[in-house]
Each structure stands twice: as C-alpha cells, then as structure tokens.
C-alpha cells in the first residue's frame, strides 16, 4: 500500500462509515445524559491526557458547543493548585493519584455530568478518574477504541479501564495503534482517533440540543468569539454558571 494523502482520506472515510454506522446508539444515549444534564442545571467536565485533550477542547469552550462545559486537565494542579510546574512530567498521566486532585478542584456538583476521554483507556489517571466520579454519584461518559483498549492490560492496580466504568461508551473505532497507513518498514503512519473522536463528540452535541429543544429548553451555545456580538452573547450565559467553567486563555 502506498502513502499519501488519498490513501488517508481513502482510509479515514473507513473509519468515520464505521463510526456511523455502529455508534448512533451510543452516541444517541450519551446525548440524553448531556441534555439531562443541561436542564439539571450541570455542568459537562470533560477530562483526558495527552492528545485525547483535543476531544476535551472539542467539548468544552468551542463555537457551536454547550457553554455549561468545563476543560479537566493534569495542569489543573499547577494552574488551579499549589503543585510547583515540575510536578508533572510524561508519565503523569500513569499516576492514579493526581486524579483526585484534579477532581477536587473542578468542585463538581452531584448534577454534573463528566466526559472522560482516553484511546487506551488504560493509564492510571484516567481509570482512577472513572472510578472516582462513579463512586460520587456522577454519570459518565466514556470516548475510547474498543479494539486497543481490550488488546492492552491496564496500568490502574485494578487492573479496569476506562469503558468497565462508563454508563456510555462512544468507540472511536480506531485501530490497535491509532495508526492507519503502513509503512515500508512495518509501522504506520497517520493517526485517527482525534478525527473520529471530534465527529462523535459533534454528533453527541446535535443529538443533545435536538432533546433540548424538544423539552421547550433553548440550548446555551456558544457564537464564535470572532464575530460582531459573540462576546456580548458568550458572556450573558456563562454568567449563569459563574465559578462552575473555567476558560483558559
């Protein structure tokens, strides 16, 4: 097989027909739980590591998204805590215990929703987050690959990962390795599960606001920042959740 951008699009239209095809359900479910969640007056807290922090920005803060979204993150203990900026390195993500301070410091209400996200749902932050927002009463939602997160041993002493947590799982369908384009000399190029990810998470989002909008609820949507009165806009709505969604710059 040859490299190059067709074979990409070629590929990557593979996975999204199968994302499609196989993940309406789930998705379809996840959106009840983000819309119940809305007109509970909660907050969605999304939360991965590494580049599964796109789909928390895809989720969280975004022209076309719900403004009752907040952004979790590993830096939250530097930015929002008192660790010193050297508390965290490559392998934090593996450190279950950082989870908890992550989650104390979102102040989560019961009402609150939570999105965790992660392709091998394994690391340790990310099945201890799971366990700690099912065992407060939250419901989850969980974006992984199915086909490498059964393939690997978790890094969590439970030895679980992310989907044995979930009340939904959205598979992002991606293959063991991300990758999708081999290479001559036996590895692969040209990774999916942000895009596939991105698509879910988008699908989700319309599903949710179709639900809102059937409840006679007008959903919080976010205009882009970029054009006349986005700020007006964006701001006289998350002025109802003042202290609850953080926006970094």
């Known amino acids: 097989m040859s490299i190059g951008q067709g074979e990409f699009v070629s590929a990557a239209r593979e996975v999204i027909d199968r994302l499609v095809t196989t993940q309406r359900e789930p998705i379809a479910a996840a959106a009840a739980l983000v819309a119940d969640c809305v007109l509970a007056d909660g907050v969605v807290q999304a939360f991965g590591t590494g580049h599964s922090q796109a789909l928390v920005m895809e989720i969280a803060g975004r022209a ?41 410091l979102a102040e989560p209400r019961e009402s609150d929703l939570f999105v965790v996200a992660s392709n091998s749902g394994g690391n340790g932050s990310i ?17 992984t690959s199915m086909e490498h997160a059964t393939a690997v041993d978790s890094r969590h002493p439970s030895g679980k990962h992310l989907h044995d947590y979930a009340d939904v799982v959205i598979d992002n369908c991606g293959p063991f390795g991300d990758t999708l384009l081999p290479m001559p000399d036996g590895g692969k190029v040209c990774a999916i599960s942000s895009i596939t990810s991105a698509f879910a998470a988008q699908m989700m989002v319309a599903d949710a606001c179709a639900r809102l909008l059937a409840a006679g609820h007008r959903p919080p949507v976010y205009l882009s920042a970029n054009i006349p009165g986005g700020d007006e806009h964006n701001n006289a709505l998350e002025d109802h959740y003042s202290g609850r969604v953080r926006r970094d710059p």
């Open 127 to 143: 099945v201890e987050m799971a366990s700690l927002v099912k065992e407060r009463g939250h419901r989850l939602i969980a974006f």
């Open 64 to 104: 076309g998204g719900l403004i009752p979204t907040n952004r979790l993150s590993l830096r939250d203990i530097v930015t929002y805590g008192d660790a010193p900026p050297d508390a965290l390195d490559r392998h934090s993500e593996r450190d279950p215990a950082i989870a908890h301070r992550v989650y104390e």
